[in-house]
């Protein structure tokens, strides 16, 4: 039963197709989502403080995320109607850090069966045999899992968090580079790695104009904008 419970998709493998009810109808994932990046996240329960302020600063960040070709998706193990008096409390009465009337307009999956949050691993004995942990899976337009977050139940995420590794991710895969400690949009990034010894001699005695070599392995340079 424990292994049932901890299953997981790994980085790099398929997400696990499925068919859920939310507060905006019938999701097929990822037939739904095709051409789009996902942030499908969940949360422990509907009616409870941290949740709610995770939801409002989502919300809020929405459009931030559409900007990145990107959708967000919510998961509790609640009913749809649970998720529906919540959503309307939050705009109706609650006020948070400046957010106020803030209306949630991505879909919440209803998981009462479970059966979700199984496939992805989002409940874990060692903190909830019913409420699902705080997950974050980024999944890319071919439905692969390019990240994972988890936080514990007492503690919300941050979103900003979750934008910045998305950018990184996108550009990373647009531009063949990777990305340093801490990296946000406009730092510099990082060139692979040379793959012989010639190229790495040659990368440390004849470096380009746009580089920066500290050392064969670790090489810098501008980052590459894009839209």
């Not at 070709?69 to 705009?91: P, Q, V």
């Not at 406009?186 to 040379?194: A, F, L, T």
Request: hydrophobic share 40%.
């Amino acid at each position: 039963m424990e292994q049932d419970y901890c299953q997981l998709p790994l980085i790099g493998s398929k997400a696990p197709a499925f068919t859920a009810e939310t507060t905006q109808g019938t999701i097929h994932f990822p037939d739904d989502y095709k051409d789009k990046w996902v942030i499908f996240f969940s949360h422990p329960a509907d009616f409870t403080p941290v949740c709610t302020t995770e939801f409002m600063t989502f919300a809020c960040m929405e459009k931030e995320f559409k900007d990145l070709n990107a959708e967000l998706l919510g998961l509790s193990i609640d009913s749809t109607f649970s998720h529906i008096a919540w959503l309307r409390t939050i705009k109706e009465k609650i006020e948070y850090k400046g957010m106020k009337g803030i209306e949630v307009n991505f879909p919440v999956i209803s998981d009462l069966t479970m059966e979700v949050s199984k496939k992805f691993g989002m409940l874990q004995p060692g903190a909830s045999n019913t409420q699902a942990v705080r997950a974050v899976f980024i999944i890319d337009p071919k439905a692969v899992v390019r990240a994972i977050l988890f936080y514990p139940l007492e503690n919300g995420r941050n979103m900003q968090e979750v934008k910045r590794l998305l950018i990184a991710i996108q550009h990373a895969e647009k531009h063949q580079i990777a990305t340093p400690a801490n990296w946000q949009l406009g730092d510099d990034v990082i060139v692979p790695p040379p793959g012989s010894c010639g190229s790495a001699k040659e990368r440390v005695e004849k470096p380009t104009t746009d580089t920066k070599v500290i050392d064969w392995f670790i090489t810098l340079k501008k980052c590459p904008h894009s839209k």
